[in-house]
């Protein structure tokens, strides 16, 4: 993904579903549009759907053998291919050759990536980097036009590599509402993700038709680290999501607060030195990752103009 300002038009735009086979907002979505894209059709282009796991949607799992969202990192798509390799490794080097390749000029412009969170965090933007000035001034322009609580998170950390799917395309967005549970379709939770996207694709017609944006300051989530659930010697949870802590998504948490509530009764509190915000806070996905939340610090970046210049 380019942090770079785009020089031209978007004229190849994607939009994501069932990156996770049983986050239904995207489901649901991806479905009707692939059959119905005329939401999807501006004046300057039209953007297309796409079922990115249809394996795991068909099973409403999350995924078949591992993460597909954590499979686009560039060991595993120029890796020979294999009988033993995952399906989701297959898949994404067959979602590469389609809307990348990965890091080429022939890559589509823009994927929206749809996902539904457990955790009680509303509406948010995921972006890759507060440097990628055109993901955030469309996260800014949606958060205006919005009119709800719409907060964004940046998931990388320093200079890793992107590993999500809309990392294939020049620059990409994650759209992440909660809470609803695995496997559930949620009328509210589907309104706000169709009105994200609304949002997203009238930014790009804006930016293709040479409006301006002018610079400004936007406040943003960046990840620290990752809290993993208190274990016993076996390695087994001893702890859950302290109720204090339950649903307090993008709030602030601070030294001595509670965080834990262990199974014997006793309070476990956060010992940092500074003011954090958790989120994905009891996110049922990240059982298995050892993830009972996201440590995050809150920021203000300073954001420069954009515009395209037509001829």
């Known amino acids: 993904m380019t942090t770079q300002v785009p020089s031209k038009p978007l004229t190849r735009v994607v939009v994501s579903g069932s990156t996770h086979g049983n986050e239904m907002s995207g489901v649901f979505l991806a479905r009707h549009w692939i059959k119905d894209p005329s939401e999807l059709t ?15 949607m068909e099973k409403c799992v999350r995924y078949t053998q591992q993460d597909l969202n954590r499979s686009f990192k560039m060991d595993y798509l120029v890796a020979l291919d294999s009988e033993e390799e995952p399906y989701e490794v297959k898949r994404a080097k067959e979602l590469n050759k389609i809307y990348g390749p990965k890091g080429s000029p022939e890559a589509y412009d823009f994927m929206f990536d749809m996902h539904n969170t457990t955790s009680n965090m509303g509406a948010c933007i995921i972006v890759d980097s507060p440097q990628n000035s055109f993901a955030m001034h469309m996260a800014n322009y949606i958060q205006t036009n919005y009119m709800q609580k719409c907060p964004i998170y940046v998931y990388k950390k320093g200079d890793e590599e992107s590993y999500t799917i809309d990392s294939i395309c020049k620059n990409g967005v994650a759209m992440e509402v909660g809470p609803q549970p695995q496997g559930v379709v949620r009328a509210d939770c589907l309104a706000q993700m169709r009105a994200l996207v609304r949002h997203g694709l009238d930014f790009i017609e804006k930016f293709n038709q040479g409006s301006a944006f002018p610079a400004f300051d936007i406040d943003a989530y960046t990840l620290i680290s990752r809290e993993d659930y208190p274990r016993n010697a076996d390695g087994e949870m001893s702890g859950i999501i302290h109720p204090k802590l339950q649903d307090k998504d993008f709030l602030p948490l601070n030294p001595g607060d509670p965080i834990f509530q262990t199974l014997d009764g006793n309070e476990v509190v956060y010992e940092g030195d500074s003011t954090i915000y958790p989120a994905f806070i009891n996110e049922a996905a990240y059982y298995e990752k050892k993830i009972a939340f996201a440590k995050m610090e809150k920021k203000v970046f300073s954001i420069p103009d954009i515009q395209l210049k037509l001829d």
Do not use: E, G, K, L
């Open 42 to 56: 501006r004046s300057t282009f039209s953007a297309t759907a796409v079922i990115a796991n249809p394996r795991a």
